[in-house]
């Protein structure tokens, strides 16, 4: 080595950021095709030539009708769905044609989310120094994220890392992990992708299968990217959020609740009706040890801004009811789920946009002092909770 002899501690100094890792650009993207949330029930049954199963267009009536949710975005288009009519039955082997469709999808819907937080962010794309993509839709190599980092233009030295198969929890531990990769790596920027197209779980209803309806119920098409880095370069990066704790909880004894298999005929799921209240009885638990681990106790819930995976309106409401939420605290992730359905790992992405932009809003309106810290929580199977303590510098907000 050479004659400037460094103690390790000083090399892994010299490595690290000297300040939290931060979000510096959000993008959101959905596919171009609506459906109204009232006639998706006739919809379904229609396309899937299934009318005379009125018990079970009943039931997703009935679901539809509680779910919170407005209106939702699919790739799956009559033409796409009218050209491979064996999506509509499980028992068909569709798994290649499904996985062709999606290689091509996926990736691109991310790109166009991605376009939309790296021009926010400021810098050129080849500044980016690694990928996090995450879906559940991967079922090939190269995957999704090779075609990204294509699609983008993205320096050929990004280092990649794609999670499958994550669910819902999938946004959540991107964030996590991107935060890791900021924090530790001087100068480092990373674009956390979630793409997520509900072709791969499409298919017809079934007597015996409510997890089906449940799924037709609630879930959406869509995209979400997230710029994260530390010490942020002024005055192009600006940080929306700061990232001041994260970590994961599962709960014990719940690995069946909710699930998820790739099958020949597509991805088969099961999510238990007891999701919103084993969701309810241990929130609490990780939020008063993540504030604890940053030295706050008796933090008052209703003094901080929340970001929450609205998996579905009763876990919404569970979570409010037990951490005492005043109405409104929830209304960034009531939206979201109001106007896209539960997009799975994305979603918790397309939280942070709203929060952010009712947030410029507010400030705007001079409608009194917005929180400064909040709260982003992600759910998925394990039962899998990632939670992330969050800052959010007013300089932002003045500079809009
Ligand atoms: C645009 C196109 C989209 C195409 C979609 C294609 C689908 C693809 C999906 C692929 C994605 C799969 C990924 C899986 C990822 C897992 C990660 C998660 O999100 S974890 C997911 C996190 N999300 C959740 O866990 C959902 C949370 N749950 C809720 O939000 C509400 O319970 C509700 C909105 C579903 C119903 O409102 P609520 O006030 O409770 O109303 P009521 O008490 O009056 O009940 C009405 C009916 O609902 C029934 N039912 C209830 N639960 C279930 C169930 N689990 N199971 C089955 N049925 C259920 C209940 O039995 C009753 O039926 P009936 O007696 O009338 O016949």
């Known amino acids: 080595m050479g004659s400037a002899p460094a103690t390790v501690g000083d090399m892994r100094r010299a490595q690290r950021a000297d300040?939290?890792?931060?979000?510096?650009?959000?993008?959101?993207?959905?596919?171009?095709?609506?459906?109204?949330?009232?006639?998706?029930?006739?919809?379904?049954?229609?396309?899937?030539?299934?009318?005379?199963?009125?018990?079970?267009?009943?039931?997703?009536?009935?679901?539809?009708?509680?779910?919170?949710?407005?209106?939702?975005?699919?790739?799956?288009?009559?033409?796409?769905?009218?050209?491979?009519?064996?999506?509509?039955?499980?028992?068909?082997?569709?798994?290649?044609?499904?996985?062709?469709?999606?290689?091509?999808?996926?990736p691109e819907l991310a790109a166009s989310a991605a376009a939309k937080a790296i021009a926010e962010w400021g810098r050129p794309a080849t500044d980016i120094t690694h990928l996090i993509f995450s879906t559940y839709s991967g079922a090939r190599a190269p995957s999704a994220d090779r075609r990204l980092a294509s699609l983008l233009g993205l320096?050929?030295?990004?280092?990649?890392?794609?999670?499958?198969?994550?669910?819902?929890?999938?946004?959540?531990?991107?964030?996590?992990?991107?935060k890791e990769l900021a924090e530790n790596n001087r100068g480092a920027r990373v674009l956390v992708a979630c793409s997520e197209i509900t072709l791969i779980a499409f298919y017809g209803p079934e007597g015996g299968c409510p997890d089906n309806i449940l799924g037709q119920a609630l879930f959406g098409d869509g995209a979400g990217a997230v710029i994260?880095?530390?010490?942020?370069?002024?005055?192009?990066?600006?940080?929306?959020?700061?990232?001041?704790?994260?970590?994961?909880?599962?709960?014990p004894e719940t690995e069946d609740a909710i699930s998820m298999q790739i099958n020949k005929g597509?991805?088969?799921?099961?999510?238990?009706?007891?999701?919103?209240?084993?969701?309810?009885?241990?929130?609490?638990?990780?939020?008063?040890?993540?504030?604890?681990?940053?030295?706050?106790?008796?933090?008052?819930?209703?003094?901080?801004?929340?970001?929450i995976h609205?998996?579905?309106?009763?876990?919404?409401?569970?979570?409010?009811?037990?951490?005492?939420?005043?109405?409104?605290?929830?209304?960034?992730?009531?939206?979201?789920?109001?106007?896209?359905?539960?997009m799975s790992g994305t979603t918790v992405i397309f939280v942070l946009d709203e929060l952010r932009r009712r947030r410029v809003l507010a400030a705007k309106q001079e409608e009194g002092k917005a929180p400064e810290w909040g709260v982003m929580m992600a759910f998925g199977p394990g039962i899998t909770i990632e939670t992330m303590v969050l800052r959010a510098p007013t300089a932002t907000l003045e500079g809009n």
């Open 155 to 178: 320096s050929p030295t990004v280092s990649r890392t794609i999670l499958n198969l994550h669910g819902c929890y999938g946004g959540g531990r991107s964030l996590q992990l991107a």
């Open 228 to 251: 994260v880095g530390a010490d942020p370069v002024s005055p192009v990066e600006r940080p929306l959020f700061e990232m001041a704790f994260a970590s994961q909880t599962t709960i």
């Open 266 to 307: 597509g991805m088969e799921y099961h999510i238990s009706n007891q999701v919103p209240r084993l969701l309810g009885c241990n929130v609490e638990r990780c939020l008063v040890d993540a504030f604890g681990a940053l030295g706050i106790n008796n933090a008052d819930w209703n003094d901080l801004f929340w970001a």
């Open 19 to 106: 300040g939290p890792a931060a979000v510096l650009g959000i993008g959101t993207a959905n596919p171009p095709t609506c459906l109204a949330q009232d006639e998706y029930p006739d919809y379904y049954f229609r396309v899937t030539k299934s009318e005379h199963l009125t018990d079970l267009k009943g039931k997703l009536t009935r679901i539809c009708n509680k779910s919170g949710i407005k209106k939702r975005f699919i790739h799956l288009d009559k033409q796409l769905l009218a050209a491979n009519p064996d999506f509509t039955d499980r028992t068909l082997p569709s798994l290649d044609a499904r996985v062709e469709i999606a290689s091509a999808a996926v």
């Open 310 to 342: 609205p998996g579905g309106r009763a876990i919404l409401d569970h979570i409010e009811g037990v951490l005492g939420l005043d109405d409104g605290k929830l209304a960034a992730s009531r939206h979201v789920l109001s106007e896209f359905g539960n």
